[in-house]
RNA sequence: GGCCCCGUCGUCUAGUGGACUAGGACGCAGCCCUCUCAAGGCUGAGAUCGCGGGUUCGAAUCCCGCCGGGGCUACCA
């Protein structure tokens, strides 16, 4: 970090005249080379290219916009019905150039928060190919408070290169889990903001100028490997025991007559390193990286390319990710410099969340990772909340139970912890009982409400009390109260438990039918006729319930008068019958 | 295989050279309370700080090596 401490170049939302892709890309630039309306440089398809040669080649040139007009930088040697090569210009044949250009659009720099640094800007980006991930939410949690802590920016940017997996209603499920769990964004899609758009298939010109720009100045190349030729190149690789990387056969010979091509970074040499807010300095050799595709065959950027363009672009300040990207930052940072766009000020590299077998959450080993199943099981948002930031974060005092308030000021990035933590079921249960516990009898109705849809809302009302401190989920209340519908089959009682249910349905016939008058009718019977609690609640309950099931008083007053005493004297009848046919 | 990251009770973690007979929480066991189940209270078991070398009067804490685990190695993100 702080290769590009380029503080005086904060723009803040007011100073932005123009929210487009282009105005929001000429500020990127400014951060760097300084502002350069390239037009022209965006061409970067070659003259005299039959027009329909593939995909890729129509894809990108429908957006790059201009009709091939004459630039400086770029020389595509014209030819007949071979595709012409592309010649790469050094940067310093093009430097007229860009002040030329730069002298027609002058800067839309703004030089902006005298002193100090800016406040900072972190985001969130999630893709939706599907539904959200656990781990996903804890990351953006992270990055919530970390700004909230700080007094800076969310941004939610919504990373949907992939065509093949994208759906748009998954993006509406990064809505509803996010919004479930009380994260909220000051930039994105759906609120929008000074940066925008937020949806990286709506900034496709932006790659494609920016792609462009990387040809031009030598920094990538066109690859025209066949999917098969590459995979062959690997698997001679490993055949010889060689650590793969790409050969550059496409930088050096490429070959003639084809039209689909991927465009490649070229990966200087040297090494990259960059700082870690909790693992410190992080450094790799450059030629341990392959040059990485950054715009498929469809035209469309590749993660590692958009994702650092569009950081940088939506200047945002501090990256907080999963452990999974740190062999992306490199190639992520290498790409801003070949760029000359300013590196973030520092990331932070989250521990995974691991199952119980060690290995990062995934799809097919573990369902913890979805994020809808703890709103099914009943897990209370701000419960799970809790749960996740003490997964790989803790604030060094003994305390475990924290309002989203506390989080935001006791989140101390540095004290973000380095090894993967394991996903505990248990914690998070005790976690949630807690919480549970902690709602009033009023908001615990309401809440339960979803998971009982069988039950009249009055009748959830007046268990509420009597669950609250029975319940981790509140997907557990449909079992504790299953009784109500389900009578219990008649259990078997001895003929001076057959006394106490008769007397006791006697009792109950005149009792006023609220727990507090039940109990109270229950004591008396068991005071005049010497029988203990234990004694007398036992066949009560298994008569009216059959099972575990709250304090013995609730347990009836739940139950409509008629059907409680109906099932008290029909345990009876049962083992009576049961009796005198036994007998 | 290569690159990178990590390594304190089963789990989440406190700990940054002496206050460590390594603390807390979840879970577990026992007891108390008690109409079942919970909740609550108390007590307890549980970590030779991955291993081996150093440095130091002194190391969980610093250095080196090893081992183990994980992540990445896509025209996924």
């Given at each position: 970090?702080?290769?590009?401490?380029?503080?005086?170049?904060?723009?803040?939302?007011?100073e932005?005249?123009?929210p487009?892709?282009?105005?929001?890309?000429r500020?990127?630039?400014?951060?760097?080379?300084?502002a350069?309306?390239?037009r022209?440089?965006?061409?970067f398809?070659?003259?005299?290219?039959?027009p329909g040669?593939?995909?890729?080649?129509?894809?990108?040139?429908?957006?790059?916009?201009?009709?091939?007009g004459?630039?400086p930088?770029l020389?595509?040697a014209s030819?007949?019905?071979?595709?012409p090569?592309?010649?790469f210009?050094?940067?310093?044949?093009?430097?007229?150039?860009?002040?030329?250009?730069?002298a027609?659009h002058?800067?839309?720099?703004?030089?902006?928060?005298?002193?100090?640094?800016?406040p900072?800007?972190v985001?969130?980006?999630?893709?939706?190919?599907g539904?959200v991930?656990?781990?996903s939410?804890?990351?953006?949690?992270f990055?919530?408070?970390?700004?909230?802590?700080?007094?800076?920016c969310?941004?939610?940017?919504?990373?949907?290169?992939?065509?093949?997996?994208?759906?748009?209603e998954?993006e509406q499920?990064i809505?509803?889990g996010?919004?479930w769990?009380?994260?909220?964004?000051?930039?994105?899609?759906d609120?929008?903001?000074?940066f925008g758009?937020?949806?990286?298939?709506?900034?496709?010109?932006?790659?494609r100028?920016?792609a462009?720009?990387?040809l031009?100045?030598?920094?990538?190349?066109?690859?025209?490997?066949?999917?098969?030729e590459?995979?062959?190149e690997?698997?001679r690789a490993?055949?010889?025991?060689r650590?793969?990387?790409?050969?550059?056969?496409?930088?050096?010979r490429p070959p003639?007559?084809?039209?689909e091509?991927t465009?490649?970074?070229?990966?200087?040499?040297?090494?990259?390193?960059?700082?870690?807010?909790?693992?410190?300095?992080?450094?790799?050799?450059?030629?341990?990286?392959g040059d990485p595709?950054?715009?498929?065959?469809?035209g469309?950027?590749v993660?590692?390319?958009?994702?650092?363009?569009?950081?940088?672009?939506?200047?945002?300040?501090?990256?907080?990710?999963g452990?999974?990207?740190i062999?992306n930052?490199?190639?992520?940072?290498?790409?801003?410099d070949?760029?000359?766009?300013?590196?973030?000020r520092a990331?932070?590299?989250?521990?995974?969340?691991?199952?119980?077998?060690?290995?990062?959450?995934s799809k097919?080993?573990h369902?913890?990772?979805r994020l809808?199943?703890?709103?099914?099981l009943g897990y209370?948002?701000?419960?799970?909340l809790?749960?996740?930031?003490?997964?790989?974060w803790?604030?060094?005092?003994e305390?475990e139970?924290f309002?989203?308030d506390?989080?935001?000021?006791?989140f101390?990035?540095?004290?973000?912890?380095?090894?993967?933590?394991?996903f505990?079921?248990?914690?998070?249960?005790?976690?949630?009982?807690h919480?549970?516990?902690?709602?009033?009898?009023?908001?615990?109705?309401?809440?339960?409400?979803?998971?009982?849809?069988?039950l009249p809302?009055?009748?959830?009302?007046a268990a509420?009390p009597?669950?609250?401190?029975?319940?981790?989920?509140?997907?557990?209340?449909p079992?504790l109260l299953?009784?109500?519908?389900?009578?219990p089959?008649?259990p078997?009682?001895?003929?001076?438990q057959q006394e106490?249910?008769?007397?006791?349905?006697?009792?109950?016939?005149?009792s006023?039918w609220?727990p507090?008058a039940?109990?109270?009718?229950?004591?008396?019977?068991?005071?005049?006729?010497?029988w203990?609690?234990?004694a007398?609640?036992?066949?009560?309950?298994?008569?009216v319930a059959?099972?575990?099931?709250?304090?013995?008083?609730?347990?009836l007053?739940?139950?409509?008068?008629?059907?409680?005493?109906?099932r008290l004297?029909?345990?009876l009848a049962?083992?009576?019958?049961?009796?005198r046919?036994?007998?």
């Amino acid at each position: 970090m702080g290769q590009n401490p380029d503080h005086q170049s904060w723009v803040t939302s007011r100073e932005i005249e123009e929210p487009t892709p282009a105005g929001a890309l000429r500020q990127g630039l400014g951060l760097g080379l300084g502002a350069v309306a390239h037009r022209e440089l965006l061409d970067f398809e070659p003259q005299g290219t039959k027009p329909g040669a593939g995909v890729g080649s129509r894809h990108l040139r429908a957006l790059a916009g201009g009709r091939g007009g004459q630039h400086p930088g770029l020389t595509g040697a014209s030819g007949g019905d071979q595709l012409p090569v592309l010649r790469f210009v050094p940067p310093s044949e093009l430097v007229p150039a860009i002040q030329h250009q730069e002298a027609r659009h002058p800067p839309l720099v703004c030089p902006v928060m005298p002193d100090g640094p800016s406040p900072p800007r972190v985001r969130m980006a999630p893709s939706p190919t599907g539904y959200v991930h656990l781990g996903s939410a804890r990351t953006a949690l992270f990055n919530l408070l970390f700004a909230r802590h700080e007094g800076g920016c969310f941004v939610l940017r919504i990373d949907d290169t992939d065509l093949e997996r994208n759906r748009p209603e998954y993006e509406q499920a990064i809505y509803d889990g996010f919004h479930w769990l009380g994260l909220e964004w000051d930039e994105g899609p759906d609120v929008g903001g000074p940066f925008g758009p937020y949806r990286q298939s709506e900034r496709l010109d932006l790659y494609r100028e920016l792609a462009a720009r990387l040809l031009a100045t030598g920094h990538a190349y066109r690859c025209y490997c066949t999917r098969e030729e590459l995979e062959a190149e690997r698997r001679r690789a490993e055949q010889e025991h060689r650590p793969y990387r790409y050969s550059r056969r496409c930088l050096y010979r490429p070959p003639a007559g084809r039209h689909e091509f991927t465009v490649r970074f070229r990966v200087p040499e040297g090494r990259t390193a960059f700082t870690d807010l909790v693992r410190g300095k992080v450094e790799v050799d450059n030629d341990t990286v392959g040059d990485p595709v950054i715009v498929k065959a469809n035209g469309w950027p590749v993660y590692n390319f958009s994702s650092a363009c569009d950081d940088a672009l939506m200047q945002i300040t501090h990256i907080l990710r999963g452990e999974e990207h740190i062999p992306n930052t490199p190639v992520q940072l290498m790409l801003l410099d070949a760029l000359g766009m300013a590196r973030p000020r520092a990331f932070c590299h989250l521990p995974v969340i691991v199952g119980k077998d060690r290995k990062k959450l995934s799809k097919r080993h573990h369902p913890e990772v979805r994020l809808g199943l703890y709103q099914e099981l009943g897990y209370l948002p701000e419960a799970l909340l809790n749960y996740l930031a003490l997964l790989g974060w803790n604030p060094g005092t003994e305390q475990e139970i924290f309002s989203f308030d506390e989080l935001v000021s006791a989140f101390d990035i540095s004290r973000v912890q380095r090894s993967s933590a394991m996903f505990d079921w248990q914690k998070l249960d005790s976690i949630n009982g807690h919480y549970i516990r902690r709602l009033s009898d009023a908001e615990l109705a309401e809440r339960l409400l979803p998971y009982l849809p069988d039950l009249p809302a009055a009748t959830v009302r007046a268990a509420a009390p009597a669950l609250k401190e029975r319940l981790r989920r509140l997907g557990d209340a449909p079992g504790l109260l299953s009784y109500l519908g389900s009578p219990p089959t008649p259990p078997p009682l001895t003929p001076a438990q057959q006394e106490m249910v008769a007397t006791a349905a006697q009792a109950l016939a005149t009792s006023e039918w609220t727990p507090r008058a039940i109990e109270e009718a229950l004591n008396r019977l068991g005071r005049e006729r010497g029988w203990s609690r234990g004694a007398l609640f036992s066949p009560i309950r298994w008569a009216v319930a059959g099972r575990v099931s709250p304090p013995l008083h609730d347990t009836l007053a739940l139950l409509p008068k008629q059907e409680a005493l109906g099932r008290l004297r029909g345990a009876l009848a049962a083992a009576q019958s049961k009796t005198r046919g036994g007998a």
